[in-house]
């Protein structure tokens, strides 16, 4: 394996990437280590794939730097290649090779043995029939278990994953989160991108959040649920419904018939809730830890006072419809970032 | 090796000439058989039924479709073999090859995406051009000996055109054929390494096909024009010259195939430079 073992696995120096005059990423600065599962987080067209392209090697950049395992990814490309598993955000294979085919066809270009191959597709449930299907006849979520196994089947150091659990059912998706942890478990790197917030805040110890090519912040997930606040929610059982709350207005009480939820700064939980219950004639009480997805909102609107959303150049959707506010008022559906633009 | 079974010693070959087999063997046939005719009704024609034999010899444009720059009318056996490799019909078989498996080479895959997959591995760019270059070459390499076994076999069994033909003449042509195929190959394959659409490739290969064609028709029928001749390659490939005196021609030779190094020279310069996803 190259690298000499001691420094970032993978180490970004104010990666810059330009496609003529719009800006893919820019001045993008991050550091994972060894072992480390890491999260890529932004809306489409935030930059994320531009950044995995340039960790692999398929993108030069326009300025600033990249090392993975101490190497350049285009100029020591066949060094590197070995050591990476690759999984990319719109997976195109070959439509008239079968599954066997397209792996084995993957792994003469990987010039190394496969150890996992069978373990993996037997794990994914890829069976011997499905393999000998031609891959135009596969589903979705078959193509991307297939793209898992030849990121995975030659044991890499380094594992990138460009939306890795994109139409994998729930099953699958749990065996997928078993072979993240097995990767980490076995000291490997993993840096994935995602705008699936429940994923991220599940396999992920650190994340980049990147809006319009930059780099917002660098965080631990759990550093970035803390900072957020709480979900305080109270139903009132007098059937008055919707009712001043005095003090508590601060904290945008958002009302559905007898219960309201409220959004409480994590030092205020504890006098706010003795305070509601003094005053007010509450018949249940929750108190509910934020998920990644309200913290990533609060952040993205922090940032800019926008809803979230993310508009680089020329990347709209085709609907040119805005995808981050609707009906929720920006409050994600589904743990999904809004999906606002194409890819970049 | 079964044909399905992925080849570990060159899979981009593999895959390339895996995945346009039925057109190949399409195109091979097509050949074999356009060829068929053309030996067949070269050598039902007497002597003195050749249409040149009794009138004057045709314009001069024509030696164009005979493929001479010489004195080879296509009123004559080698002209008319000859004929059967300059055909519109000869040159789409060629041009149909080399654009598909040329976009194949580096543009299809950027245009689909499927680099993505091929160039994450341990594969150099050098390797991948080159592995297509060569998918290319032994594709042009099998239509042309397709080509020259047909009028050779003809030839053989046919005393009229054995008696007009030099010995070894169809397979110095077949040769030409070859070279001809190459001198595209190489500035196909050097679209191929820049663009990012098959479409580019494709039309490239057409555009260098035809337009070449034409340029050498329009040099031998028009006085004025003939100092272009030079800038087509058909100028160099002259398999009716060739079939009517034998000898090989070095010059058109050395040509056409620096022609087609300089385009792979710059297949390979672009190839390195460039981005390899949209």
Not at chain 2, 35 to 59: C, H, K, S, W, Y
Not at chain 2, 69 to 82: E, T, V
Not at chain 2, 176 to 184: E, I, Q
Request: charged fraction near 20%.
């Amino acid at each position: 394996m190259p690298g000499n073992g001691t420094g970032p696995v993978i180490e970004l120096t104010s990666l810059t990437k330009r496609y003529g005059s719009t800006v893919g990423i820019e001045g993008l600065d991050v550091s994972v280590a060894a072992g480390e599962v890491f999260g890529l987080l932004g809306p489409n067209g935030a930059g994320k794939t531009t950044t995995l392209r340039c960790l692999v090697g398929l993108l030069s950049p326009s300025d600033g730097q990249v090392r993975v395992l101490g190497l350049d990814p285009v100029a020591d490309h066949r060094r590197l290649a070995p050591s990476i598993g690759y999984l990319p955000g719109e997976l195109r294979l070959y439509p008239e090779l079968t599954g066997r085919q397209t792996l084995d066809l993957l792994a003469a270009l990987q010039g190394a043995p496969v150890p996992r191959q069978t373990e993996l597709c037997e794990r994914l449930k890829l069976s011997r029939t499905d393999l000998a299907r031609p891959v135009g006849e596969y589903s979705r979520g078959m193509k991307q278990k297939l793209g898992l196994v030849q990121s995975l089947q030659h044991r890499p150091a380094v594992v990138v994953l460009d939306e890795p659990s994109e139409g994998l059912d729930p099953l699958i998706q749990e065996t997928f989160y078993e072979l993240l942890a097995e990767e980490t478990a076995a000291g490997r790197t993993v840096l994935l991108s995602s705008h699936v917030l429940p994923e991220v805040q599940r396999t992920c110890g650190r994340v980049a959040i990147v809006r319009r090519g930059r780099l917002v912040t660098v965080r631990s997930v759990a550093e970035l649920r803390e900072a957020r606040a709480r979900k305080v929610r109270l139903l009132f059982a007098d059937g008055l419904g919707a009712r001043p709350l005095g003090a508590a207005e601060r904290w945008s009480p958002r009302w559905a018939g007898e219960r309201v939820e409220l959004l409480v700064p994590p030092d205020q939980v504890v006098p706010a809730v003795r305070g509601l219950l003094a005053e007010l004639p509450v018949a249940d009480l929750t108190v509910e830890e934020a998920g990644l997805d309200e913290a990533f909102l609060d952040l993205y609107r922090s940032e800019d006072g926008s809803d979230g959303s993310d508009h680089t150049d020329g990347s709209e959707h085709s609907d040119g419809s805005d995808h981050t506010g609707g009906p929720t008022g920006g409050r994600p559906t589904d743990g999904q970032l809004p999906k606002a633009e194409e890819k970049s | 090796m079964n044909p399905g079974t992925v080849s570990r010693r060159l899979p981009l070959v593999w895959l390339a000439l895996h995945r346009r087999r039925r057109m190949l063997l399409s195109l091979l046939l097509g050949m074999v058989v356009f060829e068929t005719l053309i030996v067949v009704i070269a050598g039902t024609i007497q002597p003195g039924d050749l249409f040149g034999a009794a009138r004057g010899n045709p314009p001069s444009a024509f030696k164009a479709f005979s493929g001479s720059n010489g004195d080879i009318s296509i009123a004559s056996y080698p002209g008319l073999l000859g004929a059967g490799l300059t055909h519109p019909f000869w040159i789409a078989l060629q041009l149909t090859v080399i654009g598909s498996l040329g976009a194949a080479a580096v543009a299809a895959d950027v245009e689909s995406g499927t680099i993505e997959l091929l160039m994450t591995r341990p594969v150099s760019r050098r390797r991948l051009l080159a592995e297509r270059a060569g998918a290319m070459v032994a594709a042009s390499v099998l239509l042309n000996a397709a080509a020259t076994l047909t009028i050779a076999l003809g030839v053989a069994f046919s005393p009229k055109l054995r008696a007009a033909v030099p010995e070894g003449a169809v397979f110095t042509a077949g040769l030409l054929g070859c070279a001809l195929a190459f001198s595209l190959t190489g500035p196909v394959l050097a679209v191929s390494a820049l663009s990012r659409r098959r479409a580019y490739v494709v039309g490239a290969a057409v555009v260098l096909g035809a337009v070449g064609f034409a340029l050498n028709f329009v040099a031998l029928a028009w006085s004025p024009a003939r100092p272009l001749r030079y800038l087509s390659p058909f100028h160099y490939y002259a398999p009716g010259d060739v079939l009517g005196h034998g000898g090989v021609p070095w010059a058109a030779l050395g040509v056409l195939t620096g022609i087609g190094l300089l385009g792979l020279l710059a297949a390979f310069r672009l190839l390195e430079r460039r981005d390899l996803a949209i």
